[in-house]
């Protein structure tokens, strides 16, 4: 079997953030988010990262990330452009947002010859994460029957002060594989609780604080670009006409359809980590706390590649 190799997922927009917080600093020698994940990733066993990014940020990202994770790590760079969609379907006219986390991966497929985890690249998910992963992603082939794992945290240590969020909510069976996961973009606190709303906040539902919801860290095999690929051109005819700028084609749709499909089964991993993230810039304040407080305590290094 081939090592599993990281993806990071890094071309989104930043547009609720107001910037590319991919290459915001937060650490004490001006380290970005994804600088500590790779940290955690190279220490579990990673060697390997594909950095999907956009070429428009390409000189810039690899000025601030790129070159001095190459030290410590295989680096290569897939690139998400809007226009690298299936034959017969064009960009609709006004669309500037990507076309979702699995047209992401998908950006990558050439770069792929094993088992594979994704990550974002806003997102600091902890050591533990990453070890559990590459343990597992080591242990488990695909076969006919596709074997597959994700990362879960709880709700309640995922959400922001500050605004909504968008997580992937899982229902898990007993067995401790994944029933379902649902895309809910927009989630918040309010003073009771977590909510969501699917109407433009017409009306809520309530979601429980340990409620499991998925970080995009997920564990698949090669087998899974080939099922993405598979589906997209039948995504973008269904969701298309219905809405042409916004539309993504999202991870958790493509596992969710392998489940019912009785294709696949995912192995829900627990890490009892907490997540950060700057999904707005108010929060950055928060990861940056986080951050000294680790590298204080001798978690990370104040220089994590010398």
Request: aromatic residues 12%; hydrophobic residues 40%; proline residues 5%.
């Amino acid at each position: 079997m081939n090592k599993p190799v990281l993806v990071v997922m890094a071309a989104g927009m930043g547009s609720r953030y107001g910037g590319m917080k991919q290459i915001d600093p937060v650490g004490p020698n001006g380290q970005v988010i994804v600088d500590y994940s790779l940290y955690d990733a190279r220490r579990a066993g990673f060697e390997t990262v594909v950095f999907v990014i956009k070429h428009e940020i390409e000189d810039a990202f690899k000025a601030a990330i790129g070159e001095r994770v190459s030290k410590a790590m295989n680096v290569k760079y897939a690139f998400q452009q809007l226009d690298e969609l299936p034959a017969g379907f064009a960009v609709p006219e006004g669309r500037v947002k990507p076309w979702g986390t699995c047209h992401a991966v998908l950006a990558a497929k050439d770069l792929i010859d094993g088992p594979f985890a994704v990550i974002n690249a806003d997102d600091y998910y902890g050591p533990e994460a990453f070890r559990v992963m590459y343990d597992y992603l080591s242990t488990h082939e695909d076969g006919s029957y596709y074997d597959y794992c994700m990362v879960s945290y709880l709700l309640r240590n995922t959400v922001s002060e500050n605004g909504s969020v968008a997580r992937g909510v899982c229902v898990t069976d007993p067995d401790g594989t994944l029933h379902s996961v649902t895309e809910r973009t927009r989630i918040e606190t309010y003073e009771n609780g977590v909510h969501f709303t699917e109407d433009g906040g017409a009306s809520w539902t309530d979601l429980p604080g340990d409620t499991p919801v998925s970080m995009n860290l997920w564990g698949f095999g090669k087998s899974f670009l080939d099922e993405a690929e598979q589906r997209f051109a039948g995504w973008l005819t269904e969701n298309l006409p219905k809405n042409p700028l916004k539309c993504e084609y999202f991870l958790p749709l493509v596992v969710t359809e392998l489940i019912e499909e009785g294709k696949a089964k995912i192995q829900v991993l627990r890490s009892t980590d907490k997540w950060y993230g700057v999904t707005y810039r108010e929060d950055k304040p928060l990861v940056v706390e986080a951050i000294a407080r680790k590298t204080a305590e001798g978690q990370y290094p104040e220089n994590l590649w010398a």
